[in-house]
């Protein structure tokens, strides 16, 4: 199932939709991955992105640009993944690494949600799967 994941296809898991694209992830992809499930005509988005590993000194501002458009984006729940994006200005739930964030989904799974996944492989998102 990796091609297609990296396609972007839609997978349906126990009901839910989750897009996920969890093997790479730079400023142009992610960005371009945002404004897609942007557009996308479904109810209840929810956002779980991971840092954009080997930025360099470019990667604060990076991180800053895609919160500031999710700021500007009306998805009902974000959580940002590793500390980078821990690192920037803003508002959402933030996890310090894959780990916190599959102990907070044995508690409470998101329900009725659309979910895109990504982030860079190193963060490991996609192990958030079976959980969801």
């Known amino acids: 199932g990796l091609e297609r994941n990296r396609q972007n296809a839609f997978q349906v898991y126990t009901g839910r939709q989750l897009i996920i694209d969890a093997y790479n992830a730079n400023p142009t992809s992610m960005m371009a991955a945002l404004q897609n499930f942007r557009n ?3 109810p209840h988005k929810m956002l779980l992105l991971g840092d ?4 360099g000194a470019e990667s604060n501002i990076e991180h800053q640009k895609i919160v500031d458009y999710i700021k500007d984006s009306n998805f ?6 590793g500390e980078q994006f821990a690192a920037t200005q803003h508002n959402f739930k933030t996890y310090a690494n894959v780990q916190e964030v599959i102990k907070e989904l044995e508690t409470q799974k998101p329900k009725g949600y659309t979910i895109l996944i990504k982030g860079s492989n190193g963060i490991k998102l996609s192990s958030t799967v079976e959980h969801l």
Do not use: G, I, N
């Open 40 to 42: 996308m005509a479904v």
């Open 76 to 81: 009902e729940q974000v959580w940002l993944v």
């Open 52 to 55: 954009m590993r080997e930025l």
